[in-house]
């Protein structure tokens, strides 16, 4: 796929381009469906994050940019995908083709308009047993401390999202691990973010999922997001650059 060079050239049908990171592990039955849905001119960067199933080859053959991160976890990979992006506007989405990452187009015509700094996906659930109970419990508990710690009444902290480049990178996120979508909740909240959220199907996943598959998963993604509503912003230190990920 041809790399993104101008980041503000909008599409054809006058939505800005955008970058795409899928965080990726083992996903080669579902990447074919999720890059197919990924919108004309826009670039998806699929983020390896030790698969040995072939993902990486797939997603080079279906037209990506493979990026590599050797460190296990979701926010490594999300992290390494957004240091590797070019574009202004920048959008995250799973790539076990629960969620179609088409949706994006609106998330980022939001953007663009001015009504919001970040966009939240609020999934909902597409026929019986697509959301595992204890998958939902875990969310509903974090949306509650969430809103006591900032204020902010929302009712998912899913994956699929979308926001400026160089604003989420001001943000300083350090979480490389389930935390990281939250820490970016609490961070643009406490920096006065606009955020919104917006419904969107979610769908029967491809695979078991990694990190909210079973009970144990969930407990231990709660963990990573309660430690994370108690931290704050790091104090900007004058002179430092943002390292550049690695794509291949």
């Given at each position: 796929m041809e790399r993104v060079t101008d980041a503000i050239t909008?599409?054809?049908?006058?939505?800005?381009?955008?970058?795409?990171?899928?965080?990726?592990?083992?996903?080669?039955?579902?990447?074919?469906?999720?890059?197919?849905?990924?919108?004309?001119?826009?670039?998806?960067?699929?983020?390896?994050?030790?698969?040995?199933?072939?993902?990486?080859?797939?997603?080079?053959?279906?037209?990506?940019?493979?990026?590599?991160?050797?460190?296990?976890?979701?926010?490594?990979?999300?992290?390494?995908?957004?240091?590797?992006?070019?574009?202004?506007?920048?959008?995250?989405?799973?790539?076990?083709?629960?969620?179609?990452?088409?949706?994006?187009?609106?998330?980022?015509?939001?953007?663009?308009?001015?009504?919001?700094?970040?966009?939240?996906?609020?999934?909902?659930?597409?026929?019986?047993?697509?959301?595992?109970?204890?998958?939902?419990?875990?969310?509903?508990?974090?949306?509650?401390?969430?809103?006591?710690?900032?204020?902010?009444?929302?009712h998912d902290l899913g994956p699929l999202r979308a926001a400026r480049r160089a604003p989420l990178l001001d943000l300083g996120l350090t979480d490389r691990r389930s935390g990281y979508p939250l820490q970016m909740v609490v961070r643009g909240s406490d920096a006065g973010w606009r955020i919104e959220e917006r419904d969107v199907p979610y769908l029967p996943r491809a695979g078991r999922s990694k990190v909210t598959g079973t009970w144990r998963g969930t407990w231990h993604a709660v963990r990573d997001m309660r430690a994370v509503l108690h931290d704050r912003p790091p104090v900007p230190v004058a002179g430092v650059t943002h390292p550049v990920g690695t794509a291949l």
């Amino acid at each position: 796929m041809e790399r993104v060079t101008d980041a503000i050239t909008p599409r054809s049908d006058g939505v800005p381009r955008a970058d795409v990171v899928l965080p990726c592990l083992d996903e080669a039955d579902a990447l074919p469906w999720v890059l197919a849905r990924i919108p004309d001119g826009w670039r998806a960067i699929v983020v390896d994050n030790g698969s040995t199933d072939g993902s990486a080859a797939i997603a080079r053959a279906h037209g990506a940019t493979v990026v590599h991160e050797p460190r296990r976890g979701f926010g490594a990979a999300c992290h390494a995908g957004l240091l590797a992006a070019e574009a202004e506007f920048v959008c995250f989405c799973d790539c076990d083709a629960t969620l179609d990452p088409g949706l994006l187009t609106g998330f980022v015509a939001a953007l663009a308009e001015g009504g919001a700094d970040l966009v939240l996906g609020r999934r909902r659930p597409q026929g019986r047993g697509t959301w595992p109970a204890h998958a939902r419990v875990g969310n509903l508990a974090l949306a509650r401390m969430l809103r006591r710690r900032t204020g902010l009444r929302l009712h998912d902290l899913g994956p699929l999202r979308a926001a400026r480049r160089a604003p989420l990178l001001d943000l300083g996120l350090t979480d490389r691990r389930s935390g990281y979508p939250l820490q970016m909740v609490v961070r643009g909240s406490d920096a006065g973010w606009r955020i919104e959220e917006r419904d969107v199907p979610y769908l029967p996943r491809a695979g078991r999922s990694k990190v909210t598959g079973t009970w144990r998963g969930t407990w231990h993604a709660v963990r990573d997001m309660r430690a994370v509503l108690h931290d704050r912003p790091p104090v900007p230190v004058a002179g430092v650059t943002h390292p550049v990920g690695t794509a291949l």
